[in-house]
């Protein structure tokens, strides 16, 4: 089963389309997160769920 990290954040209302586009691309690129889900509420306040793969390394000696 695939385990994944989740985080967070909360763009508040004033942050443009722009400015949350490149937020969340520097996240993907360097950070390996992906978008789980965001949502934008009616005062303009977006909240975006990143995920990324947990990857266990198992000993094998």
Do not use: K
Not at 24 to 42: K, P
Not at 46 to 61: Q, S
Request: proline share 2%; glycine share 8%.
């Amino acid at each position: 089963m695939t385990e994944y990290e989740v985080r967070e954040l909360v763009l508040p209302r004033g942050t443009t389309r722009g400015a949350a586009r490149q937020l969340l691309t520097d996240h993907a690129e360097y950070g390996g997160w992906e978008l789980a889900r965001l949502r934008l509420y009616a005062d303009g306040t977006r909240r975006v769920w990143l995920r990324r793969r947990i990857i266990r390394v198992v000993r094998t000696a």
